[in-house]
């Protein structure tokens, strides 16, 4: 019979976009999920993509009881843990929400695997463990800097709980990926970003101006030591950091101990870039007004993607105009997210 791979926070838009590239290499899958930022809608559409019933839990990863059970029921080889709070914004409102949820959940999820001979996992870290920069692109050798808000320290003090455990114990096996900005949306335009809410991140307020959910677009900063004075940043489709866990997946198999991997382009581009990008595929003017930089916000910050090239055999594949064409396809199919009944997609016109 073939293992099961459990996926924590797989309802959510990274852990589902990656379940199904899973399930689409043959792998068995379980999602966990307690469905704080996510909704069942989004299962049932992955079990119509991928034409196979998806075993799904609502649950939490700081349940000890619920996770032995799902360990004694199913024969899990190894974790993908996505589940997690992001918003930079209210991790500052609610650090202690943070650390509950990101860091106890993950030692709680740790305990549980341990207890349950399970060693192999794949957390999803972030470049916001680099700080601020002091040069770019960003190899994993320069080591970790001070994260600046709440949400970053988070994954920071995971990705040291992550290590320590390695060096405790050889039977562990650990990816760390840090993401740099996933945007985009799988190309049926069936699942893509449905953040509850007001939308933090750059594309999906965008995306909400150009549907008419948000009145304008706010531009934080317009005096940064940048190309164009707005913030620089490695964009990165979800579907290529999709294959980058499943590649990370391959390689801890046999490879024991801890992995630190960046997932991003290797290419910056400022946030007028972006707007102007959107603009000339979708023909969709985008109304904006600049506002003062928002604290901690760096200026520019892509990756050095090439270890992960060398040691995954992995490198992003789709570029700045499939991004922005499969994340207008998720939105204009489905104005409001998963909450929309499915519309069958028009080819995007691009000009
Ligand atoms: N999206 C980004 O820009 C980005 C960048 C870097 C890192 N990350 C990290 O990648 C991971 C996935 O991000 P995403 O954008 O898909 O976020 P998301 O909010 O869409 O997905 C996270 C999922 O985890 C679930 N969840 C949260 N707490 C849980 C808990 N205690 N128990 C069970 N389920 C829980 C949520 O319901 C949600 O479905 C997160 O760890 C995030 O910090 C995201």
Not at 122 to 150: C, L, M, Q, R, W
Not at 284 to 297: C, K, N, Q, T, V
Not at 330 to 335: A, F, I, L
Request: proline share 5%; with cysteine; net charge neutral.
């Amino acid at each position: 019979m073939r293992k099961t791979t459990l996926i924590t926070g797989g309802a959510g838009y990274i852990g589902s976009h990656t379940a199904l590239a899973l399930i689409n290499a043959g792998h068995k899958v379980l999602v966990l999920d307690n469905l704080c930022n996510s909704c069942r809608e989004c299962i049932r559409r992955l079990e119509q993509l991928t034409l196979t019933r998806v075993d799904f839990i609502k649950g939490d990863i700081r349940d000890p009881v619920l996770l032995d059970d799902i360990f004694s029921r199913y024969d899990i080889e190894a974790v993908v843990h996505f589940a997690s709070l992001k918003s930079v914004e209210e991790s500052v409102r609610k650090p202690l929400d943070y650390y509950a949820n990101n860091v106890a959940g993950t030692l709680d999820l740790c305990q549980a695997m341990a207890r349950n001979n399970v060693f192999q996992l794949v957390f999803s870290s972030s470049a916001t463990v680099y700080g601020e920069p002091s040069h770019t692109p960003i190899a994993e050798d320069v080591g970790t800097g001070k994260p600046v808000n709440p949400y970053g320290r988070t994954k920071l003090m995971i990705e040291e709980l992550l290590t320590d455990l390695c060096d405790s114990d050889p039977r562990w096996s650990i990816g760390l990926l840090r993401y740099f900005n996933p945007i985009g949306a799988h190309e049926s335009g069936m699942i893509g970003e449905d953040p509850r809410g007001r939308p933090n991140n750059l594309l999906p307020c965008l995306t909400q101006v150009a549907i008419g959910r948000i009145p304008e677009l706010t531009v934080y900063g317009s005096d940064y030591p940048t190309v164009d004075g707005t913030c620089v940043r490695d964009y990165i489709h979800v579907v290529d950091l999709a294959i980058g866990h499943l590649k990370a997946l391959q390689v801890l198999q046999h490879n024991n101990g801890i992995h630190f991997w960046n997932l991003g382009t290797g290419v910056g581009y400022s946030v007028l870039q972006i707007i102007h990008s959107f603009e000339d595929i979708t023909g969709i003017s985008i109304p904006y007004r600049f506002a003062p930089r928002r604290l901690g916000d760096i200026a520019k910050c892509w990756a050095d993607p090439g270890k992960a090239g060398r040691e995954l055999g992995w490198s992003a594949q789709r570029g700045l105009e499939q991004m922005i064409t499969d994340t207008w396809r998720w939105q204009s199919c489905n104005p409001q997210g998963y909450q929309s009944s499915f519309k069958i997609p028009a080819p995007v016109a691009v000009k």
